[in-house]
Nanobody, 114 residues
Framework: QVQLVESGGGLVQAGGSLRLSCAAS????????MAWYRQAPGKQRELVAD???????NYADSVKGRFTISRDNAKNTVYLQMNSLKPEDTAVYYC????????WGQGTQVTVSS
């Protein structure tokens, strides 16, 4: 069973920055793709960015050029650096990892005020 611990959410003004972290533990298998999703009130959960074990990345169009996903394989940790935040980035952000099975974090709230 993989446990995911997220941190770094909070309240920030528009134009500000936040860095999310998600640390995985308890995995018996190598962690493959790591990803960040988000869900705003009344909306479906959507992919924000993902990164393969080899470092290939993929971003939602809405965050390209503003967000950067990275990972530290030695620490089983994925990061999301969020710059130039906008009110529409407000959501609960979830970490998701694939390690034989698919695991989700508990979510961390990001609120961007205008």
């Amino acid at each position: 069973q993989v446990q995911l611990v997220e941190s770094g959410g909070g309240l920030v003004q528009a134009g500000g920055s936040l860095r999310l972290s998600c640390a995985a533990s308890g995995n018996r298998f190598s962690i493959n793709t790591m990803a960040w999703y988000r869900q705003a009130p009344g909306k479906q959960r959507e992919l924000v960015a993902d990164i393969t074990r080899g470092g290939s990345t993929n971003y939602a169009d809405s965050v390209k050029g503003r967000f950067t996903i990275s990972r530290d394989n030695a620490k089983n940790t994925v990061y999301l650096q969020m710059n130039s935040l906008k009110p529409e980035d407000t959501a609960v952000y979830y970490c998701r990892v694939v390690a034989a099975f698919l695991y989700w974090g508990q979510g961390t709230q990001v609120t961007v005020s205008s």
